[in-house]
């Protein structure tokens, strides 16, 4: 399966291959086209059980999807409702997304461990072995006409939010994913990713969309990945930073090589890059997006170039500034919110000059806090950069025992205490405007498998903390 000597990328393919049919654009060219004049969840799942797809060896065909649609119709599942999809395993997840979309329904693909919002809860649940537990709130949930899947925000920068995805916007997701890397549906591709996380969802889609074999090892198999890797039982990988540094480790167990390999969900240091290519041959490809667009840039440095029909508004090239992109089809964001074209990310970048993005940081919203915005970036900043201090994250709570008060804490990431002096200088100069936080130190902030602050934990860390009567960083 690995093609070690060919080209790795849709550009490079492209000069290979100059007039010869490209394998997988006619077929994606009619998904769009079809898409175009119908738009709807039924035709989505019509179009990647024509893909034929494998997961992990079994076939993603009418006895995995079918099982799932009977179970939803005995559940009394109709066309708008919301299918919450939890604690399954890939081929029974991806199984009940399909079913979910040939009744029109919309699933919600959520960790089995993740604090849902509000609009999640009472709705039908589809578990294991196709076990479906009806709605006990059929209240209907307005704004999901064209969505495709909903998902809940990580909760790193906030309480968790449903966001909704577009048919629309799956599909240009797919056709990016498919240009970039080159995919036919000759590949089997790894995603050893959770499902449940836009970048692995996003990659996966694409995969089944265009008809390519799916593997979903586990991250916590890291050595099975690596010999899958190395003897050509998948062509193109698609990881996370952490898990990459994992497989460096890993002794070699063949003489093939993926066709490419996709960092995702964080960034990519040089150091790493370097290793990985020592390892397995192939220098890290890059990738960004967000929960509520999916995908949208992919290449080698940076976080790479935006992918086929999504354009940079801002900034300039050549210019630092929040990202702005415009996408190819609507965002729609959070529920509630009104679709739109032109996408705030919230991320400061460096656009170089010929285009490339480099993500600096993550710019912060004013935190409310007894029904009142407030500027952490002063306080942020200078707890940032105190010698040691590996991050900072502010965050609003309901004050113990009188809820209807908040109070302001910022939890410092330093493996040892801050000095006295540090210490004092910080808060003396913190701005009268500001409230008086509680500022606590942990070794290292809990994080989900992606890298990604896990605030349910960080709460409860921090309640623990209290009940101790830990409220100081030092």
């Given at each position: 399966m690995?093609?070690?000597?060919?080209?790795?990328?849709?550009?490079?393919?492209?000069?290979?291959?100059?007039?010869?049919?490209?394998?997988?654009?006619?077929?994606?060219?009619?998904?769009?086209?079809?898409?175009?004049?119908?738009?709807?969840?039924?035709?989505?799942?019509?179009?990647?059980?024509?893909?034929?797809?494998?997961?992990?060896?079994?076939?993603?065909?009418?006895?995995?999807?079918?099982?799932?649609?009977?179970?939803?119709?005995?559940?009394?599942?109709?066309?708008?409702?919301?299918?919450?999809?939890?604690?399954?395993?890939?081929?029974?997840?991806?199984?009940?997304m399909?079913?979910?979309?040939?009744?029109?329904?919309?699933?919600?693909?959520?960790?089995?461990?993740?604090?849902?919002?509000?609009?999640a809860?009472?709705?039908c649940?589809l578990?294991p072995?196709?076990?479906?537990?009806?709605?006990?709130?059929?209240?209907?949930?307005?704004?999901?006409?064209?969505?495709?899947?909903?998902?809940p925000?990580?909760?790193?920068?906030?309480?968790?939010?449903?966001?909704?995805?577009?048919?629309?916007?799956?599909?240009?997701?797919?056709?990016?994913?498919?240009?970039?890397?080159?995919?036919?549906?000759?590949?089997?591709?790894?995603v050893?990713?959770?499902?449940?996380?836009?970048?692995?969802?996003?990659?996966?889609?694409?995969?089944?969309?265009?008809?390519?074999?799916?593997?979903?090892?586990?991250?916590?198999?890291?050595?099975?990945?690596?010999?899958?890797?190395?003897?050509?039982?998948?062509?193109?990988?698609?990881?996370?930073?952490?898990?990459?540094?994992?497989?460096?480790?890993?002794?070699?167990?063949?003489?093939?090589?993926?066709?490419?390999?996709?960092?995702?969900?964080?960034?990519?240091?040089?150091?790493?890059?370097?290793?990985?290519?020592?390892?397995?041959?192939?220098?890290?490809?890059?990738?960004?997006?967000?929960?509520?667009?999916?995908?949208?840039?992919?290449?080698?440095?940076?976080?790479?170039?935006?992918?086929?029909?999504?354009?940079?508004?801002?900034?300039?090239?050549?210019?630092?500034?929040?990202?702005?992109?415009?996408?190819?089809?609507?965002?729609?964001?959070?529920?509630?919110?009104?679709?739109?074209?032109?996408?705030?990310?919230?991320?400061?970048?460096?656009?170089?000059?010929?285009?490339?993005?480099?993500?600096?940081?993550?710019?912060?919203?004013?935190l409310?806090?007894?029904?009142?915005?407030?500027?952490?970036?002063?306080?942020?900043?200078?707890?940032?950069?105190?010698?040691?201090?590996?991050?900072?994250?502010?965050?609003?709570?309901?004050?113990?025992?009188?809820?209807?008060?908040?109070?302001?804490?910022?939890?410092?990431?330093?493996?040892?205490?801050?000095g006295?002096?540090?210490?004092e200088?910080?808060?003396?100069?913190?701005?009268?405007?500001?409230?008086?936080?509680?500022v606590?130190?942990?070794?290292?902030?809990?994080?989900?498998?992606?890298?990604?602050?896990?605030?349910?934990?960080?709460?409860?860390?921090?309640?623990?903390?209290e009940?101790?009567?830990?409220?100081?960083?030092?």
């Amino acid at each position: 399966m690995s093609r070690g000597h060919e080209p790795t990328t849709a550009t490079e393919r492209s000069e290979r291959d100059e007039g010869r049919p490209k394998p997988g654009v006619e077929r994606s060219d009619s998904a769009v086209e079809r898409s175009e004049t119908l738009g709807e969840r039924p035709e989505l799942a019509e179009l990647v059980l024509e893909g034929r797809s494998r997961v992990d060896g079994g076939a993603l065909g009418p006895h995995v999807v079918g099982a799932a649609e009977a179970a939803l119709r005995r559940a009394g599942v109709r066309p708008g409702a919301i299918v919450l999809l939890t604690g399954l395993d890939a081929v029974e997840a991806l199984g009940g997304m399909v079913a979910a979309w040939r009744l029109d329904a919309v699933p919600l693909v959520a960790p089995a461990t993740r604090r849902l919002p509000r609009e999640a809860h009472g709705v039908c649940r589809l578990g294991p072995s196709a076990q479906a537990l009806p709605a006990t709130d059929a209240a209907p949930v307005a704004g999901l006409e064209r969505t495709a899947v909903l998902m809940p925000t990580s909760g790193s920068t906030g309480e968790p939010k449903l966001v909704r995805r577009g048919v629309a916007s799956v599909l240009a997701e797919a056709e990016g994913y498919r240009e970039h890397l080159a995919l036919t549906s000759a590949d089997r591709v790894a995603v050893p990713v959770p499902l449940t996380h836009s970048y692995g969802w996003g990659v996966a889609m694409s995969a089944l969309l265009t008809g390519c074999a799916l593997d979903t090892t586990p991250p916590a198999r890291a050595r099975t990945l690596a010999r899958l890797m190395d003897t050509g039982a998948v062509s193109v990988v698609a990881l996370t930073a952490a898990l990459a540094r994992l497989l460096v480790e890993v002794r070699r167990d063949g003489a093939r090589r993926v066709r490419l390999a996709l960092v995702g969900a964080g960034g990519v240091s040089d150091a790493l890059d370097t290793a990985f290519a020592a390892r397995f041959g192939r220098r890290l490809h890059r990738g960004y997006g967000s929960t509520e667009t999916g995908g949208v840039f992919l290449g080698r440095e940076g976080i790479g170039r935006p992918v086929a029909g999504v354009r940079v508004r801002r900034p300039a090239r050549g210019a630092t500034g929040e990202l702005v992109l415009e996408t190819p089809a609507p965002v729609e964001g959070v529920l509630g919110a009104e679709p739109t074209g032109l996408w705030h990310t919230g991320d400061l970048v460096r656009r170089d000059p010929d285009g490339v993005c480099h993500h600096l940081e993550r710019l912060r919203p004013g935190l409310r806090l007894n029904d009142r915005f407030v500027d952490t970036a002063e306080l942020t900043g200078a707890l940032g950069a105190l010698r040691g201090v590996t991050d900072v994250q502010p965050l609003v709570l309901p004050r113990s025992g009188t809820p209807e008060f908040e109070d302001l804490y910022v939890v410092v990431e330093s493996l040892s205490p801050l000095g006295e002096d540090d210490w004092e200088r910080v808060m003396s100069a913190l701005p009268e405007s500001l409230p008086r936080p509680c500022v606590l130190r942990c070794e290292a902030l809990p994080r989900d498998v992606l890298g990604k602050l896990d605030r349910d934990a960080l709460v409860t860390w921090i309640r623990d903390k209290e009940k101790r009567g830990g409220k100081r960083a030092r």
